[in-house]
């Protein structure tokens, strides 16, 4: 069985993850603000270097799979979206990269979102630093967005990017990554969002064709399936989890 790291461990769609995998069997990481194995703030550059280098210490420097959860939504401050949907991911995943290929055939989920899809016809100058890596001018375009709906769309844009990107890289060394982009899932971001003057009318109004929103253990069926041998052929796919969300708001670009 595999050592799996899973960050956002302790709520949502983190800890339905982590449900699914350990009945598996496999040994788990999981690392999170609190209540975890790990317990790091992964918005900030200090608290990624340590998540990192507690999560080899205790894979002893081989890991078979991440899984990047952790997250927070349009109710956060713009600089906290771009410092963990953005950067928790990338700081995290490239620290663990070496041991992820010293297991052979690392493999790797990122759980972005629907919303990185609205960005992908023309990204947001605040993606575009995040993807040249500059955590500075990112968060700086992200204050001065004052948009907390855009600033999320561009750090699952940006981080679907550098995971489409990372699988080119990795698929040449036997290693996988994918993207989950999941539409709207009853957790407690989700109801946060629902519960927020600003943005609860438009997300209470923003329904899937199917009628409803997703539940955790969906999105852990999809890391299942990409963290399996089933999908031994799939490499940097952006799988979408969301009652048909994507292709009712982008029907002709896929
Ligand atoms: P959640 O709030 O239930 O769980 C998120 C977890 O991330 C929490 O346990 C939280 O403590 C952790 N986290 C937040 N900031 C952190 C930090 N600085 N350092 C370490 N851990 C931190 O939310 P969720 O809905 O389960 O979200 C999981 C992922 O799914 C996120 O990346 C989110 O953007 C994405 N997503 C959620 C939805 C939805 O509707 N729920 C839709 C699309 C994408």
């Known amino acids: 069985m ?30 999170d603000l609190r209540n975890a194995d790990i317990n790091a703030d ?13 999560t080899l210490s205790a894979c002893n420097n081989r890991l078979d799979a991440v899984v990047a ?13 771009v410092g963990v949907n953005h950067f928790g991911v990338t700081g995290y995943l490239d620290g663990l990269e070496d041991a992820l290929a010293a297991s052979g055939q690392g493999k790797a989920v990122i759980i972005g979102s629907v919303a990185g899809s609205h960005m992908v016809a023309a990204p947001h100058p605040m993606a575009v630093a ?28 940006a981080v679907t990017v550098y995971g489409r990107r990372k699988a080119v890289e990795w698929g040449k060394r036997g290693m996988r990554l994918n993207i989950i ?6 957790t407690p971001l989700h109801k946060a969002s629902l519960d927020d003057a600003r943005f609860g009318e438009a997300v209470k109004n923003f329904v899937a064709p199917m009628g409803r929103a997703g539940v955790p253990a969906e999105i852990a069926d999809g890391v299942d399936f990409l963290l399996s041998d089933k999908s031994a052929f799939v490499n940097g796919s952006v799988l979408f989890i969301d009652g048909g969300m994507d292709a009712m708001v982008r029907t002709k670009t896929f």
Do not use: F, W
Not at 45 to 51: P, S
Not at 181 to 186: K, R, S, Y
């Open 2 to 31: 595999s050592t799996i790291a899973v960050t956002g461990a302790a709520s949502g769609i983190g800890a339905a993850v982590c449900q699914h995998l350990e009945a598996a069997g496999h040994s788990l990481i999981r690392v």
């Open 42 to 54: 992964l918005s900030t550059a200090e608290g990624r270097k340590a998540a990192v280098e507690q």
């Open 69 to 81: 959860c952790a997250g927070v939504g349009v109710t956060a401050p713009a600089t906290v979206i």
């Open 130 to 157: 995040m993807l040249d890596n500059d955590e500075a001018k990112a968060c700086q375009l992200a204050a001065e967005a004052d948009n907390p709906s855009a600033v999320y769309a561009a750090s699952k844009y």
């Open 181 to 186: 982009a999941p539409g709207a899932v009853e």
